[in-house]
Antibody
Framework: EVQLLESGGGLVQPGGSLRLSCAASGFTFSIYAMNWVRQAPGKGLEWVSRISTNVGKTYYADSVKGRFTISRDNSKNTLYLQMNSLRAEDTALYYC????????????WGQGTLVTVSS | SYELTQPPSVSVSPGQTATITCSGDNLGNKYTSWYQQKPGQSPVLVIYEDRKRPSGIPERFAGSNSGNTATLTISGTLSMDEADYYCQAWDTSPGIFGTGTKVTVL
């Protein structure tokens, strides 16, 4: 069974940094692309970033490009999101998601970790 | 940037059919997925590649996609289907989500 467990969320001041982690289990982590998707309180879903498999090619939403960095450690089955220069509008529940059994969908999701950017 | 537009809300009586649309430029040329999200829960994939159902998703969920519009149809709607629904497609960015539709079962 695919399991994704996010951690690292919390309260941070505007301009600050935070690193999120997503521990994966139940599948061969290294051969699947991974994503971060966020949801601001009371709002819709927003795809944030994606990282491919071993090659590590990365993609970002325009809203976070240049501020966020996605990475992965296949030896630890862990996905990361380094978030710098945080803004109030980055406040959201951040989900880790993958397309384990589908090519163009997010079929497996974690429970999310909450990031609050506020002074 | 590519955008997907959904109606903010849809109301349906129990046992009736709920239809949720998702509009985007030439959406019919892209694979569309649909997600169900209940309060306090993570999204759940209910339709992928326009019309396929993941294992465990009831047959009352069906999808189609043509032209500029993708559609999620819930037949014989149950109270448990009350949730937010999001469409999603792949464009130059890996994941574009629709604006979301709240389905209320009255």
């Amino acid at each position: 069974e695919v399991q994704l467990l996010e951690s690292g969320g919390g309260l941070v001041q505007p301009g600050g940094s935070l690193r999120l982690s997503c521990a994966a289990s139940g599948f061969t982590f290294s051969i699947y692309a991974m994503n971060w998707v966020r949801q601001a309180p009371g709002k819709g879903l927003e795809w944030v970033s994606r990282i491919s498999t071993n090659v590590g090619k990365t993609y970002y939403a325009d809203s976070v490009k240049g501020r966020f960095t996605i990475s992965r450690d296949n030896s630890k089955n862990t996905l990361y999101l380094q978030m710098n220069s945080l803004r109030a509008e980055d406040t959201a529940l951040y989900y880790c998601a993958t397309n384990y059994s589908t090519a163009y969908s997010f079929d497996s999701w974690g429970q999310g970790t909450l990031v609050t950017v506020s002074s | 940037s590519y955008e997907l537009t959904q109606p903010p809300s849809v109301s349906v009586s129990p046992g009736q059919t709920a239809t949720i649309t998702c509009s985007g430029d030439n959406l019919g040329n892209k694979y569309t997925s649909w997600y169900q999200q209940k309060p306090g829960q993570s999204p759940v994939l209910v339709i992928y590649e326009d019309r396929k159902r993941p294992s465990g998703i009831p047959e009352r969920f069906a999808g189609s996609n043509s032209g500029n519009t993708a559609t999620l149809t819930i037949s014989g709607t149950l109270s448990m289907d009350e949730a937010d629904y999001y469409c999603q497609a792949w464009d130059t960015s890996p994941g574009i989500f629709g604006t979301g539709t709240k389905v209320t079962v009255l």
